[in-house]
C-alpha cells in the first residue's frame, strides 16, 4: 500500500503540468497562427500598394459617381494606404483562413478533421462570393441611398468617405457569407443540428436581420435586405443539408 502513496501523491502534479503544458501549447500554436498571418497580410499590403490607384479606379467605375475629390494634401496617401489594406487582407485571405483553420483543427477528432481543406476551400469559396456580390450590388445600393435625396440636392463624393463606405460593404459581405460554413462546421461536430435549427428560426430570422441592417453601411431600410436575403438562404440551405446528412 505504501509503495502506490507516492504515485498518488505525484498525479496531481502531472495533471497540473500536463495542463500547463495543453494551454502552453495552444499559446505557441495562436502565436504561430498570429504571426504567419500578419506576415501574409504584411506581404500582401505591399504588393496592393503597387495597383491602389487600379483598384481605385475599379471601385469610382463600378460605382458609377464619377469625378471624386480629397481634401488634405495627405489624402491621396491615406486613401492608398486603406485601400492596400483592405486589398491585403482579401489578397492574404487564403493564408488567414488555412491558418485560422489550422488552429481548430487539434480540437477535432480524427474524422472531424478531415472535414478541414474542404471547409478551408469552402471559406474562401464564400468570402469571394460575398465580395463579388457587393462589389456587384454596389450601383444599386449607391442609387437607392441617393434616391432619398430631393432634385436640388446633390451627391458630391469625397474619395475617402466614398471608399471607406465601399470596403465596409465589400468586407462585411465577405465575412458575413460565412454563415453556411461556420453553421455546416458547428453540425458536424455535433455543436448543433439541424432540427435544432429549425426550432429556433424564429430567433435566426431576427438574428440575421439585425446583423443584416449592421453589416450595411446605411441607415434606410431597403438595403440591409440585399444581406438579409442570402443569408436567410444560406441558413435554409445549410439546415436542408445538414438534415439530409443526418444531423
Known amino acids: 500500500m505504501a509503495t502506490f502513496l507516492p504515485a498518488l501523491h505525484r498525479s496531481p502534479a502531472r495533471s497540473v503540468e500536463d495542463s500547463q503544458m495543453t494551454v502552453l501549447s495552444h499559446l ?3 502565436r504561430r497562427t498570429l504571426i504567419v498571418s500578419i506576415l501574409a497580410w504584411s506581404a500582401a499590403t505591399a504588393l496592393a500598394f503597387l495597383v491602389w490607384g487600379r483598384v481605385l479606379q475599379l471601385l469610382i467605375h463600378q460605382g458609377g459617381v464619377g469625378a471624386v475629390y480629397y481634401t488634405t494634401p495627405a489624402g491621396a496617401f491615406t486613401l492608398a494606404l486603406k485601400i492596400s489594406l483592405y486589398l491585403g487582407f ?24 478531415r472535414l478541414v481543406v474542404p471547409l478551408i476551400g469552402a471559406t474562401f469559396f464564400f468570402f469571394a462570393v460575398g465580395i463579388a456580390f457587393a462589389m456587384l450590388m454596389l450601383p444599386m445600393f449607391l442609387r437607392i441611398l441617393s434616391g432619398f435625396a430631393p ?24 465575412i458575413v457569407f ?32 439585425i446583423l443584416s441592417a449592421l453589416g450595411t453601411p446605411g441607415a434606410d431600410p431597403i438595403t440591409p435586405l440585399f444581406m438579409f436575403i442570402p443569408l436567410y438562404i444560406f441558413f435554409e440551405g445549410t439546415a436542408l443539408l445538414l438534415r439530409l446528412t443526418g444531423r
Open 178 to 209: 460565412e454563415l453556411p460554413v461556420v453553421l455546416y462546421a458547428l453540425g458536424r461536430i455535433g455543436i448543433i443540428s439541424s432540427s435544432w435549427l429549425y426550432t429556433h428560426r424564429l430567433y435566426w430570422i431576427v438574428g440575421l436581420g
Open 28 to 30: 505557441s500554436a495562436l
Open 151 to 174: 432634385s436640388n440636392l446633390h451627391f458630391l463624393p469625397f474619395v475617402d468617405d466614398y471608399i471607406s463606405f465601399v470596403l465596409v460593404l465589400i468586407l462585411g459581405f465577405g
Open 90 to 113: 482579401v489578397i492574404a485571405s487564403p493564408v488567414i483562413i488555412q491558418q485560422i483553420w489550422w488552429f481548430v483543427s487539434p480540437g477535432l477528432h480524427r474524422h472531424e478533421r
